[in-house]
């Protein structure tokens, strides 16, 4: 896989630090006093603060590719958008364009940033995995702004009080045509076919497990975008028999620590992983185990270091790259 990519290497073991640290602490209060405002709040304040910063600045394992230049911009590609913390992924299949997820309203502008960078004027479908506000939340601008032939969610997802369902009342409401999908379901979006693998049940405790899971294979590659599906659809899906092997992962739930467990990240085995984040928006987000991980597998990126967003495709030679999405050159 290519990649352009600059920055200082290293790696911090975040437990091995905090048992050196308890273990300094122990000698320090038995050989000579704290100053006062070293107390043990103090200290693991700090250490929290100081880990917040190397997870933002990205411990090593992300990459930041230089930009393409305009004419670069491939024929079929995957945008994975920065729009903080919430998910939004273009899809460019020739001159047709597909997305999954809006992001949240208040990232709608960056959204439509890259939408204008694809030169997009249309959307031949969108796909919900979820009702929850950053994967929903930008539907109604997006509605206003573009043209949007289908919408596609699952049968499978929350209800509101009234037992309706929910991403049914917003396409309702924004005259928007819908087809819900189940697993086993493919899309055909140009040609390229996406296929449902999930959600397989409901679960009434969080929507998060009823997160549409979808695979697609774009000029030879093979992408799973996952929503924000976490253990117990994980569970679900394996003990249905789903492959979650793949050359590039959506990574779960924003990477946070509730999602993608140890038998996921090995079944998939990712060349490159792409985590939806904006840790300063929820400092949970991208977390090190999670990133860590996936490190063994591949290359791991965090959409919040890009100025518009992660473009992958895949070359004349069929080699997996990943591009820095930005400002186009005039």
């Known amino acids: 896989m290519k990649s352009a990519s600059y920055g200082a290497s290293f790696s911090l073991e975040g437990r091995g630090v905090l048992l050196t640290i308890d273990k300094h602490m122990k000698n320090m209060c038995t050989k000579r006093p704290f100053p006062a405002f070293f107390t043990p709040s103090f200290l693991l304040a700090l250490i929290l603060l100081l880990s917040s910063v190397l997870i933002f600045t990205g411990c090593g394992d992300v990459k930041k ?188 739930n924003h990477g946070n620590q509730d999602a993608s467990s140890d038998k996921f990240m090995n079944a998939a085995a990712p060349k490159v992983s792409v985590i939806p984040a904006g840790i300063g928006d929820k400092p949970t987000s991208a977390s090190y185990r999670v990133r860590n991980a996936l490190s063994a597998y591949g290359d791991v990126y965090i959409t919040q270091n890009f100025d518009v967003g992660v473009l992958v495709y895949a070359d004349d030679s069929g080699e997996i790259i990943v591009a820095h999405a930005g400002e186009k050159e005039q």
């Not at 796909?127 to 539907?139: K, R, Y």
């Open 65 to 252: 590719p230089s930009a393409i230049k305009t004419d670069s911009v491939p024929e079929n590609c995957v945008l994975f958008v920065n729009v903080g913390y919430g998910d939004a992924t273009i899809i460019k299949i020739s001159d047709k364009y597909y997305l999954i997820d809006t992001g949240k309203s208040s990232a709608s502008s960056s959204l439509f940033a890259a939408l204008n960078w694809l030169e997009a004027d249309s959307l031949d479908g969108v796909f919900l995995t979820h009702t929850h506000s950053d994967h929903t939340g930008g539907l109604k601008k997006l509605a206003k702004s573009y043209n949007i032939k289908k919408l596609y969610f699952s049968e499978i997802s929350e209800r509101n009080k009234k037992g309706e369902h929910k991403l049914v009342n917003k396409a309702v409401k924004y005259s928007i045509p819908y087809q819900f999908l189940a697993a086993g379901d493919t899309v055909d979006c140009n040609g390229v076919i996406f296929e449902v693998l999930g959600p397989l049940k409901y679960n009434y405790t969080d929507d998060n497990d009823n997160s549409l899971v979808m695979r697609a294979v774009i000029e030879g590659v093979v992408y799973l975008f996952t929503g924000d599906m976490q253990f117990a659809e994980e569970n679900t899906l394996f003990d249905a028999g789903v492959v979650f092997s793949c050359d590039v992962l959506k990574v779960p």
